[in-house]
């Protein structure tokens, strides 16, 4: 079989569809109601809610909307969890597991209603959901999930004898009716009209380089001071040890054109382990994509990303007849959370300032949880979920998860010093390359623009200081700790860092 070769720079479907939404970038000092640090699907629904009910609110974002893990999801909208309802049910009983259930439902029907209300044209679709069998697991597994979600009243939920498709067999599936999907950046498009109609500013290209509790100074000395301010920016800022409860991971992401309606619409995924997960998108008048994703690992602890692809890419040929190429690839984050909820609300460490992270593999209903939550706490009103997901909630049941992770970030921490290298000279890069070269005792950073320029950086992590790696498919240093990625050209992509590495050019 003739696999594809993924050595160019990714760029997910979503972007490829839709026009870049970029802003000026703020280039004076500011005063708002509200500042919200993130213009991606959490950062824009909250400003979004807040703005309707005539708040003063100012959005900023480092790069262009969505730019970030927004762009880069597969869309999603679904109540069914990574961890399962069971292990949910396990960790923090019945009562609580009822109301993430209730959370992620109505999460759905919010974004929803957005959608009708403001007229938004997404491709939102309501469709069902499936998890079937990989070959290694028995029906006990779906059997267990099933009468965990009848417990908590998810009735409709049901085991079905085959997914409603024939060319792929793989007996007993759990059937979840009444999930959804759609474009997430066209979803955004539809945001920023209504937060702008409502008097909502926006800025992109304004990266923020530090916070307090009454302001924030941007990365050109610019501030901007706020009565409360969202961090929306997947991996909090500003949060002392809080990533220690967190872990970082990348899933990838492969579509093939197919002919229209060859694959039902619905939101399919597997019980393997790291999971594969499908749906289909409406491409043009006679043809879908069919997206799969997979291949979880922790971010920065990969050292062949094309052979996971291709591995993917394997497994959705196998699997999915019709999947003839790859027309569209891409990678993406996910923060998992130590005990499986996400963490929204006011931060432990400062006043004024509110969070939301550890989306896991629901980023799109969590966000829309986390915008009702931060409008009702900022308009003081009752929120039945706001202690669920409270940031400052502990979990003794979820120690096992704590001590493994953070077991792999020392791990990462000591082994990353002592390794040599992936590059014995930078000399050998060609352009759109990058690798880690050690000189003497130092790591260095090494990248080789498209115009053969190279650029040289400390490759010590400026969170914590774990030694970065090449991500040869995103073309960025990814760090294996917790998840900091810095491009090519030494700039923080994604957190917890918030400075640059260190130029060691000359």
């Known amino acids: 079989m003739k696999l594809s070769t993924f050595s160019r720079q990714m760029e997910s479907y979503w972007f490829s569809d839709v026009e870049p939404l970029k802003f000026q970038a703020l280039q004076e000092n500011l005063s708002t109601d509200i500042l919200i640090v993130g213009g991606g699907i959490t950062g824009l629904l909250t400003a979004y809610c807040l703005s309707k009910l005539g708040k003063k609110v100012t959005v900023v974002d480092a790069d262009q909307i969505g730019g970030g893990e927004t762009g880069c999801t597969t869309a999603h909208l679904t109540w069914v969890l990574d961890s399962g309802y069971a292990e949910i049910e396990k960790f923090f009983g019945a009562e609580k597991a009822r109301l993430v259930l209730e959370s992620h439902k109505s999460a759905i029907d919010f974004i929803e209603n957005i959608i009708r209300e403001e007229k938004i044209d997404c491709n939102f679709k309501r469709v069902s959901g499936y998890t079937f069998l990989t070959s290694e697991d028995k029906k006990e597994t779906l059997e267990g999930e099933l009468k965990a979600l009848h417990g908590l009243g998810a009735t409709d939920t049901r085991l079905e004898p085959k997914l409603p498709f024939d060319f792929l067999n793989t007996g007993i599936c759990l059937h979840y009716p009444n999930q959804a999907q759609f474009h997430p950046l066209k979803f955004l498009h539809g945001l920023v009209g209504c937060i702008q109609k409502n008097g909502g500013q926006i800025f992109t290209g304004t990266r923020i380089s530090h916070i307090e509790t009454d302001k924030v100074k941007t990365e050109n000395g610019n501030e901007i001071k706020a009565r409360q ?100 690839a891409w990678s993406g984050q996910i923060i998992e959370s130590m005990d499986g909820l996400a963490f929204i609300g006011p931060s432990p460490y400062h006043q004024n300032i509110y969070i939301a992270t550890g989306y896991s593999g629901n980023g799109m209903t969590y966000s829309a949880i986390a915008a009702m939550i931060f409008r009702d706490l900022l308009l003081e009103k009752e929120n039945k979920s706001d202690e669920l997901y409270n940031p400052t909630r502990k979990n003794l049941k979820s120690a096992g998860n704590f001590l493994k992770e953070n077991v792999n970030v020392i791990k990462e921490m000591v082994t990353g010093h002592l390794e040599s290298g992936d590059r014995e000279t930078s000399e050998q890069l060609s352009p759109g390359e990058g690798a880690i070269v050690k000189k003497g005792l130092a790591h260095l950073a090494v990248y080789r623009d498209d115009e053969g320029h190279l650029h040289t950086f400390s490759a010590i992590c400026t969170h914590l200081g774990c030694v970065v790696q090449w991500n040869s498919s995103q073309k960025s240093f990814d760090c294996p700790c917790h998840g900091s990625r810095f491009s090519g050209k030494g700039e923080v992509i994604c957190g917890p860092a918030i400075r640059n590495l260190k130029n060691t050019d000359g």
Not at 235 to 256: D, G, T
Not at 274 to 288: C, N
Request: hydrophobic share 35%; with cysteine; glycine share 4%.
């Open 229 to 328: 301010i969202i961090v929306a920016t997947h991996s909090p800022i500003k949060n002392i040890l809080f990533f220690l409860k967190e872990a970082a991971y990348r899933s990838y992401v492969i579509a093939s054109k197919i002919k229209k309606n060859e694959v039902p619409a619905g939101l399919y995924c597997d019980t393997e382990e790291p999971y594969h997960y499908i749906r289909t998108q409406s491409f043009d008048a006679i043809s879908d994509l069919l997206i799969i994703g997979g291949e979880d690992h922790k971010t920065g602890q990969n050292d062949d990303y094309e052979a996971t692809f291709n591995r993917l890419e394997t497994w959705a040929k196998k699997n999915f007849p019709m999947f003839q190429k790859t027309d569209y």
